[in-house]
């Protein structure tokens, strides 16, 4: 009840701001309709009564509040409810409900969806045949009295060829494992193993591939897992049997620097390439540059000072930064009296120099920036601090410099500052919501894009490097919330004697309940991976050992086997 009355406190004086500023994003405008609709009954009887039919696709990527909507459009009776009360477990229409998805593909918990809220679903609709299919744990899942919905699982797949399938499967069965937490769901063999479609053909070799560099097994950087990429892609496209073009190729990452080491190791050897699954505004680059702007506007903002220091337009090193802070104050905005702080002899020699010119240029565009407005701001920015010529040193040069150039262009076209701010964070709320990539078919280019990015694709041929992962960790915080405990419970860390954070064992937990969700996202992560290829599956690059209790690519092949797969062995060229 406390952390529900907090919460619900919470939300209030939230919605009571966003009132105010006159704004509200994708989420609110969600809890507005079911709001409505739960405290009217009446109206969601009449929003109900226009639909004869409603499909819900994708069902495993949705929210607690969209499962909401669903049930309150669906429920049988909806003028028997007392307004403010959701309906009853289980009280669907009879008929008309198609629901549709794979929570074995369930990766978008960052933006809200849950996978227990999937299952739980399939329980409420089709009951103990459900619960059962899926191997959940008695009792983990309220089963209604009586089934409103039957259960079928769609096993035939028309995407990649037979000897794909059985790989899949067998990945399946080792990385898709959990404990009872429904976020943590097993894999049910029974009915979530894949089976070809009668048309589908067993190809006349192998299929999956492990890319590697020769001898002794060695841990490769993003940079040799792209060179390792490349190569292979280079030496299937001199393969004139094959037929295979530039756009059959993509190469999956988990990171972001993984797509900019890819996009750099084709840039040298001149194969065409595309990235997707980042808008114009994230570009690292674009970012820099918008955080210098975010100074000017709010000396105050630590952030944005940092970022201006720390990137291309400065570059100072991390000791040289923490030579600029103050003592339980953070970052000193005033670096006109650096010189005199407590820690300035941290500050290195070898970035004098670069500190004192971007002192003089934020100085004087502090004060020039009312007269000159964004665009001259930017252009003067750029030209002092010789931006362009630090980018061209960088991977995808060139187009991290007409990022830049894009970014001056939309900076012409506005009066202040601050609108071009407000233009950029509308811009950004709108990119908020990932979709996955699109690539024009006229592209032939080996397509670049996270696996995130990678859902509901296929591709010939699909790359997928950095095999090792990294350790899990969740967000620390001072205080946590877990409404999928039951009762629901609110986590804090306190405060000692000399006022440092202690971790509870409620955060402690609560910690370690995070992790074991992290964990639960990456194995479907994988799982979406290795289900994009129709005709090769290619893992590449190479370690030492692998960690057997985190979840990566390479624990998963070291656990298989190389029975399951054939190695090639690839010279990694470094220069």
């Given at each position: 009840?406390?952390?529900?009355d907090?919460?619900?406190?919470?939300?209030t004086?939230l919605a009571e701001?966003h009132?105010?500023?006159?704004?509200?994003g994708?989420?609110?405008?969600?809890r507005?309709?079911?709001?409505a609709l739960?405290?009217d009954?009446?109206?969601?009887?009449?929003?109900?009564?226009?639909?004869d039919?409603?499909?819900v696709?994708?069902f495993?990527?949705?929210?607690?509040?969209?499962?909401?909507l669903?049930?309150l459009?669906?429920?049988?009776?909806?003028?028997?409810?007392?307004?403010?009360a959701?309906?009853?477990?289980?009280?669907?229409?009879?008929r008309?409900?198609?629901?549709?998805?794979?929570?074995?593909?369930?990766?978008?918990?960052?933006?809200?969806?849950?996978?227990?809220?999937?299952?739980?679903?399939?329980?409420?609709?089709?009951?103990?045949?459900?619960?059962?299919?899926?191997?959940?744990?008695?009792g983990?899942?309220?089963?209604?009295?009586?089934?409103?919905?039957d259960?079928f699982?769609?096993?035939?797949?028309?995407?990649?060829?037979a000897?794909?399938?059985?790989?899949?499967?067998?990945?399946?069965?080792?990385?898709?494992?959990?404990?009872?937490?429904?976020?943590?769901?097993?894999?049910?063999e029974?009915?979530?193993?894949?089976?070809?479609?009668?048309?589908?053909?067993?190809?006349s070799?192998?299929?999956?591939?492990?890319?590697?560099?020769p001898?002794?097994?060695e841990?490769?950087?993003?940079l040799?897992?792209?060179?390792?990429?490349?190569?292979?892609?280079?030496?299937?496209?001199?393969?004139?049997?094959?037929?295979?073009r530039?756009r059959?190729?993509?190469?999956?990452?988990q990171?972001?620097?993984?797509?900019?080491?890819?996009?750099?190791?084709?840039?040298?050897?001149g194969?065409?390439h595309?990235?997707?699954?980042?808008?114009f505004?994230?570009?690292?680059?674009?970012?820099?540059?918008?955080?210098?702007?975010?100074?000017?506007?709010?000396?105050?903002?630590?952030?944005?000072l940092?970022?201006?220091?720390?990137?291309p337009?400065?570059?100072l090193?991390?000791?040289?930064?923490?030579g600029?802070?103050?003592?339980?104050r953070?970052?000193?905005?005033d670096?006109?009296?650096?010189?005199?702080?407590e820690?300035?002899?941290?500050?290195?020699?070898a970035?004098r120099?670069?500190?004192?010119?971007?002192?003089?240029v934020?100085?004087?565009?502090?004060?020039?920036?009312?007269?000159?407005?964004?665009?001259?701001?930017?252009?003067?920015?750029?030209?002092?601090?010789?931006?362009?010529?630090?980018?061209?040193?960088?991977?995808?040069?060139v187009?991290?410099?007409?990022?830049?150039?894009?970014?001056l262009?939309?900076?012409d076209?506005?009066?202040?500052?601050?609108a071009?701010?407000?233009?950029?964070?509308r811009?950004?709320?709108?990119?908020?919501?990932?979709?996955?990539?699109?690539f024009s078919?006229d592209?032939?280019?080996?397509?670049?894009?996270?696996?995130?990015?990678?859902?509901?694709?296929?591709?010939?041929?699909?790359?997928?490097?950095?095999?090792?992962?990294?350790?899990?960790?969740?967000t620390?915080?001072?205080?946590?919330?877990?409404?999928?405990?039951?009762?629901?419970?609110?986590?804090?860390?306190?405060?000692?004697d000399?006022?440092?954070?202690?971790?509870?064992?409620?955060?402690e937990?609560l910690?370690?309940?995070e992790?074991a969700?992290?964990r639960a996202?990456?194995?479907?992560?994988?799982?979406?991976?290795?289900?994009r290829?129709?005709?090769e599956?290619?893992?590449?690059?190479?370690m030492?050992?692998?960690?057997?209790?985190?979840?990566?690519?390479?624990?998963?092949?070291?656990?298989?086997?190389?029975?399951?797969?054939?190695?090639?062995?690839m010279?990694?060229k470094r220069?």
């Amino acid at each position: 009840s406390l952390v529900r009355d907090v919460l619900a406190r919470a939300q209030t004086l939230l919605a009571e701001a966003h009132a105010r500023a006159g704004a509200g994003g994708f989420g609110a405008a969600l809890r507005l309709a079911r709001d409505a609709l739960r405290d009217d009954p009446a109206a969601a009887a009449r929003a109900s009564a226009a639909y004869d039919a409603l499909v819900v696709d994708e069902f495993q990527d949705t929210s607690r509040v969209q499962v909401d909507l669903l049930r309150l459009l669906w429920e049988r009776d909806p003028r028997s409810r007392a307004p403010g009360a959701m309906p009853v477990y289980g009280d669907f229409r009879p008929r008309g409900l198609l629901v549709v998805g794979d929570r074995k593909q369930s990766i978008y918990a960052f933006r809200g969806a849950d996978v227990g809220v999937f299952v739980t679903t399939c329980v409420e609709l089709a009951g103990e045949r459900a619960r059962a299919a899926l191997e959940l744990a008695p009792g983990a899942v309220p089963v209604p009295a009586r089934a409103t919905a039957d259960f079928f699982a769609l096993r035939e797949n028309y995407r990649a060829n037979a000897g794909l399938i059985e790989f899949v499967n067998a990945f399946s069965r080792e990385a898709l494992v959990g404990g009872d937490d429904l976020s943590e769901a097993r894999y049910a063999e029974a009915v979530e193993s894949l089976l070809p479609a009668p048309t589908t053909r067993r190809p006349s070799g192998p299929c999956v591939f492990w890319v590697r560099p020769p001898g002794e097994p060695e841990d490769t950087t993003r940079l040799d897992d792209a060179t390792l990429a490349t190569s292979y892609i280079a030496a299937a496209l001199e393969r004139r049997d094959a037929r295979l073009r530039p756009r059959d190729f993509a190469i999956l990452a988990q990171s972001n620097e993984m797509l900019d080491a890819s996009a750099f190791a084709l840039s040298r050897v001149g194969i065409p390439h595309v990235v997707a699954g980042r808008g114009f505004f994230a570009a690292r680059e674009v970012q820099d540059v918008l955080a210098l702007l975010r100074w000017i506007d709010r000396p105050d903002d630590r952030a944005a000072l940092l970022a201006v220091l720390r990137g291309p337009f400065a570059a100072l090193s991390d000791r040289t930064l923490i030579g600029l802070t103050e003592p339980h104050r953070g970052l000193a905005t005033d670096l006109e009296r650096w010189d005199l702080l407590e820690r300035r002899g941290l500050v290195e020699d070898a970035d004098r120099d670069a500190l004192e010119r971007i002192r003089v240029v934020l100085r004087a565009l502090r004060r020039a920036a009312p007269r000159l407005g964004p665009g001259r701001t930017l252009r003067e920015a750029v030209r002092e601090l010789e931006l362009e010529q630090t980018l061209l040193l960088q991977p995808r040069g060139v187009q991290r410099i007409a990022n830049v150039r894009k970014l001056l262009r939309i900076a012409d076209e506005e009066t202040s500052i601050r609108a071009l701010l407000d233009r950029v964070a509308r811009a950004e709320e709108r990119a908020r919501e990932p979709e996955a990539a699109t690539f024009s078919e006229d592209d032939d280019a080996v397509r670049l894009l996270t696996i995130h990015g990678s859902k509901g694709l296929a591709f010939r041929v699909v790359l997928v490097p950095e095999l090792r992962g990294t350790p899990v960790r969740a967000t620390s915080s001072t205080l946590g919330i877990d409404l999928r405990a039951s009762p629901a419970w609110l986590a804090t860390k306190v405060v000692d004697d000399r006022g440092e954070p202690v971790a509870t064992p409620s955060i402690e937990q609560l910690t370690e309940r995070e992790r074991a969700r992290v964990r639960a996202d990456r194995r479907r992560l994988m799982y979406v991976a290795v289900t994009r290829a129709r005709e090769e599956l290619v893992f590449v690059g190479g370690m030492k050992k692998v960690s057997r209790t985190e979840p990566s690519f390479g624990a998963v092949l070291a656990s298989l086997g190389t029975g399951a797969l054939e190695i090639r062995e690839m010279a990694v060229k470094r220069s």
